[in-house]
């Protein structure tokens, strides 16, 4: 069930009208709207419906891609511009949570997080029985757990989904717990639910099993063959990374994480600091190297990498240092030997280090 070319243009038209109150234009220029925008709401919630449902029945880790990935996009950006276009405050809510979910499933997780970050959880109120505050806690990562929520109809499934949920991020939940909850709420849901409510139990179960398999507890013992047990200390730690963005499941896939070499290019703010402390944290947990060395091109970017990894690793054995523009040598190499160390530093004081101390090339295990 593909967007034609006509909700097509509706839909950029409908974007555009968004943009005009980004933007602050006075509503006397504000352009008219072809059509209404309202007549896409049944397309793009049965596009979403389709693939909620078919990721929460299937329990695997289903990639959005392709013509899959295009339908579900179009209707993200459909309830983004509807709900930012201002149409109909009534639905607010309803076209935020919705919305949130697509992108989730899209593969984009800040888009998704912008949209419900507004939503006060106490004053939600969508006649779901209590599915649609445990979606927004989904949504928002939320695995607290700290208060239940209530429901006639769906009491029972809801702890049982939440419990499950809440240990998400722990690395101490199987699949085979998760879609076993997942599937008594869908079931609770297609017997005893109206067509919102199995909805929102389709989309409750698509997000989990997202979540899941896009937690660092699950994706990082995979991508970097290490086994669970040595990430679990990790993983406790508050700073931590919860779960993976894309960029960083693509160089998982790729093999960065198990020590493969690689070219990688990412846009600003697509997450490659926190992918570099990923590979340094594989290297040092496989034993591969005890010696980082990462290369940005200013000081200042240096100072920002060397901040924002002693960050990372505040607490942990591990030391960080970031190499002065001053040409001489900031240590002795047997300073750092039998530790494991990260040097960040520019490409001009990396060359002089290399010809005072050559044996600094053959330490190093870990150039990025």
Not at 212 to 239: G, T
Not at 322 to 335: A, H, S, Y
Not at 340 to 349: D, F, L, N
Request: negative net charge; contains cysteine.
């Amino acid at each position: 069930m593909k967007p034609e070319n006509a909700s097509r243009k509706l839909l950029s038209v409908t974007r555009s009208k968004a943009k005009m109150y980004e933007f602050d234009v006075p509503i006397s220029f504000h352009i008219d709207l072809p059509g209404n925008p309202a007549r896409l709401l049944r397309l793009t919630i049965g596009q979403l419906g389709d693939v909620a449902s078919e990721v929460a029945r299937s329990g695997v880790d289903v990639r959005v891609e392709g013509d899959l990935k295009e339908v579900v996009l179009f209707s993200a950006q459909f309830f983004d511009a509807y709900f930012q276009s201002q149409l109909d405050h009534t639905v607010d809510n309803y076209i935020q949570l919705v919305g949130s979910a697509s992108y989730y499933l899209a593969d984009y997780p800040g888009s998704s997080s912008v949209l419900v970050r507004t939503i006060n959880e106490l004053e939600l109120d969508l006649d779901c029985e209590g599915l649609d505050r445990l979606l927004l806690r989904m949504l928002k990562g939320d695995s607290s757990g700290n208060e239940r929520i209530s429901s006639r109809i769906y009491a029972e499934e809801l702890v049982k989904i939440e419990n499950v949920f809440n240990r998400t991020y722990s690395g101490r939940l199987s699949i085979q717990d998760l879609t076993s909850a997942i599937g008594l709420l869908r079931q609770r849901a297609y017997d005893a639910g109206t067509p919102r409510q199995l909805l929102f139990a389709d989309l409750c179960g698509a997000i989990a099993v997202k979540r899941f398999y896009n937690s660092a507890a699950y994706s990082l013992p995979n991508y970097s063959e290490i086994p669970a047990e040595a990430w679990w200390p990790l993983l406790q730690k508050p700073s931590f990374m919860r779960e993976l963005w894309p960029s960083q499941h693509l160089l998982g896939r790729n093999g960065i994480f198990k020590g493969i070499s690689g070219t990688v290019q990412m846009p600003t703010s697509a997450g490659k600091t926190k992918a570099a402390e990923l590979v340094i944290r594989s290297g040092f947990l496989a034993g591969r190297t005890s010696l980082a060395i990462v290369v940005a091109p200013f000081r200042a970017l240096c100072h920002e990498i060397k901040d924002s990894l002693a960050e990372g690793f505040i607490d942990e054995d591990v030391r960080i240092e970031e190499f002065t523009d001053v040409l001489q040598l900031d240590f002795e190499l047997g300073e750092i030997l039998g530790e494991k160390c990260v040097i960040v530093v520019t490409p001009e004081k990396l060359l002089y280090a290399f010809r005072q101390n050559p044996d600094l090339a053959t330490r190093c295990g870990l150039y990025l």
